[in-house]
Every structure is written in structure tokens, then in C-alpha cells.
């Protein structure tokens, strides 16, 4: 393949729209996807993305707009030809069939001969540790095993996408710290383009290049996880992608040579490099203060610029991390402190030191 193929999109969606009677699920929907990339739509419920994941399978019917794979339009395609293969929430195994005749299904009803069929069902289960699995039944698997083969079945034909319709959500807390890593670095081994769908914004910065955030039909926002988290587009984005603190603001100045801002809170003035292009000296901004972002101290006798004093109402203990409320007047914040040494002192607090970082990333409040 050349470099000009590869640099194309395998998947394309352009203005995407989907009606259920008067009700507009998909409101104009555009995205495309690089070959090889796991991309993840996340968003709350009803915002859209398993629609779109369907739409892209074909198990429901587009009301208008286009999808583009591999520079095909696949609109009007059944599933079985669109060269896509999906791995759905519940696993969809068939309980009679043996581990290796799931797996194989695709290939039998693709009329494979025999000895092809049994090769690839053997390199499948050995690429997900499933080796020695093949003539067992579904119901003796456990649920991270069963995620296993409904992964190798959904490989078997080689798909140009593979879409991932919550596949980790009815395994435990462990487990699927365990299956993400195995489905990322499966992903990665094949270079596969994946579509993955999640309600776990955690699990979504995890295993993704890129985050495609939802809301209410329409996307809000694309791009890295570290994107996504550190320069959310909107209030809605930092609330959604992890714990935040808001305090609003008004920008009394900015050293354009430097980007150095100070910010005019109803709490003091703090100072902030500036990141943005867009802010202006008197806008109205929204300071996204993430609990992590700031220190803690007991002592609250210094001053200073972004130090401000408050009262601690509580601080939970966790070994690795504490979490903790303090009131800055009327104001909560929830703050966390990684590796605390400290906690014996803390619980015993009253009042505490916070500062503020100076790479608090601000949002431009709309007129």
C-alpha cells in the first residue's frame, strides 16, 4: 500500500442524520477516521453514539447523509457486506456451538473450505490466549473469556472496522482493566481501524488516539485524550471528561510578550499563562480547575498570588490517594492529593492552604 493510500480516511461520515418518527437522534453528525486508529465516541445517554455505531454496521437505516469506507458509500449494504464487524455488548454467542465453531461461524457461512476454516480458527484463539479453548462450550467460559471470542469471531474475516458496542461493560472492575489493555494492544498488533463506543469516560481516554465527545445528536468536540481533558472546548466537555472545579472570572489583563493573565475572581486575582488566542482584556471567562492541579498544605500563613486559604470539611483516605472538600468562603472544591503523606495531619485540619496552578485552562463565557 502507498502513501497516499494510507494517508486516506478508511472511514468517512458526512452529515449524518437519523430520525425515529419526529425525534431527531443524529442532527448532522461528520467525522472521518484514519486507517489503523481507535477512535471512541462518549457522551451521556441519549446523546447519539450507539445510533451512529449501528448506522455504521448497518443495523439501522440511515435517514440521510453518507458513509464512506475504504472510499465505498455503504449506505444501502447489509451488514454482511459492509466489510465491518461488530462485537455487541452482550457478546451475541451462539450457547450451542463450541468456542471454535463461534468463532468459525463467519467463515462457514462464507463458505471457506474446511482445513482454511480450522488454520484460521487456530490462529485467532492463539492470538487471544484461547488456544486450548476450542471445544469448549460457551457457558464454560467465564465473561472475559467469552469477551475473547466474540473479539476472535469479529476478526475472522479481517474487517476493515471493527466497531465495539460496550463490549467491556458487563465484566467487573478488574477484569476489564485487564480486556482493555488486551483489545488495545491487540488493535495495535493488527492496525486495525476500530470504532468503540462507551458510557466509561475513564475507560475512553484509556484506549483511544481520539475522542469524539457527544451530546444531544451532534458532536462537541474532537480530538487526543489529552486534548480533550487539559483544552475542553466547553463547560459541558470539562464536567463530562473527569472531576472539575468552575469559579468564574473576568480577565483584567494580559502580557501579550509573556501570556501572562491576571485573572479577577470573586475569590482574588490569580495568575494565569494564557493558552487561548481568543481571550480578550474584560472577558468573562471560566476558570477549569482540575482536582488534581492543585496543592494542598496545612499551613495557611503564606501570601501570595494563587494562594488562597479555606477550610477542609472532608478528606477521605484512599492509600494512594485522598480526597478532599474545602470551603473557599461559599465555594466548594474538590481536591486530590496523590501519594499523601500527610494524612495523619490533615484529619486532624482545620483550615488548609490550596494554590491555584498557573496553567488553569480558561473557557470564554458566550454573550
Known amino acids: 500500500m502507498n502513501s497516499k493510500e494510507t494517508e486516506k480516511p478508511m472511514l468517512i ?7 425515529y418518527g419526529n ?8 467525522l472521518e477516521v484514519k486507517r489503523g486508529e481507535l477512535v471512541t465516541f462518549v457522551g451521556p445517554s441519549g446523546c447519539g453514539k450507539t445510533t451512529l455505531l449501528r448506522l455504521i454496521g448497518g443495523f439501522t437505516d440511515i435517514s440521510s447523509g453518507d458513509i464512506i469506507l475504504d472510499g465505498q458509500r455503504i449506505n444501502d449494504l447489509p451488514p454482511n457486506l459492509r466489510d465491518t464487524r461488530i462485537c455487541f455488548q452482550n457478546y ?7 468456542v471454535a465453531e463461534n468463532v468459525g461461524y463467519g467463515l462457514k457461512v462464507n463458505k471457506w473450505p474446511k482445513e482454511k476454516i480450522a488454520a484460521r480458527v487456530k490462529e485467532l484463539l492463539e492470538m ?3 488456544g486450548a479453548f ?3 462450550m460457551i457457558d464454560k467460559l467465564s465473561g472475559g473469556q467469552q469477551q475473547r471470542v466474540a473479539f476472535a469471531r469479529a476478526l475472522s474475516l479481517e474487517p476493515k472496522v471493527l466497531l465495539l458496542d460496550e463490549p467491556l461493560s458487563n465484566l467487573d472492575a478488574n477484569l476489564r482493566l485487564v480486556m482493555r489493555e488486551e483489545i488495545r494492544k491487540l488493535q495495535e498488533r493488527l492496525h486495525i481501524t476500530t470504532v468503540f463506543v462507551t458510557h466509561d469516560q475513564f475507560e475512553a481516554m484509556a484506549i483511544s488516539d481520539r475522542l469524539v465527545v457527544m451530546k444531544n445528536g451532534l458532536i462537541e468536540q474532537v480530538g487526543s485524550p489529552i486534548e480533550i481533558y487539559e483544552k475542553p472546548a466547553n463547560e459541558f466537555i470539562a464536567a463530562f471528561v473527569g472531576y472539575v472545579n468552575f469559579m468564574d472570572g473576568r480577565i483584567e489583563s494580559v502580557d501579550q510578550a509573556t501570556r501572562n493573565t491576571a485573572v479577577s475572581t470573586a475569590y482574588g486575582v490569580f495568575e494565569i499563562t494564557l493558552e487561548q488566542d481568543d481571550i480578550r482584556t474584560g472577558d468573562e471567562v471560566l476558570m ?11 499551613d495557611c500563613q503564606r501570601e501570595g498570588k494563587n494562594i488562597l486559604c479555606g477550610t477542609l470539611k472532608t478528606y477521605m483516605y484512599a492509600g ?3 480526597k478532599c472538600t474545602v470551603m473557599i468562603g461559599d465555594k466548594k472544591m474538590i481536591i486530590d492529593q496523590y501519594n ?6 490533615f484529619k486532624h485540619a482545620e483550615k488548609v492552604e490550596i494554590e491555584i496552578p498557573r496553567s488553569v485552562h480558561l473557557l470564554k463565557k458566550k454573550l
Open 288 to 298: 477549569v480547575i482540575r482536582p488534581e492541579s492543585v496543592n494542598l498544605s496545612i
Open 340 to 345: 499523601p503523606r500527610d494524612a495523619k495531619q
Open 320 to 322: 494512594s490517594l485522598a
Open 92 to 98: 451475541a454467542l451462539f450457547p450451542h456451538m463450541t
Open 134 to 136: 476450542g471445544d469448549r
Open 13 to 19: 461520515l458526512k452529515d449524518i442524520h437519523k430520525f
Open 23 to 30: 425525534n431527531e437522534v443524529l442532527k448532522g453528525v461528520s
Open 128 to 130: 487471544v490466549e484461547l
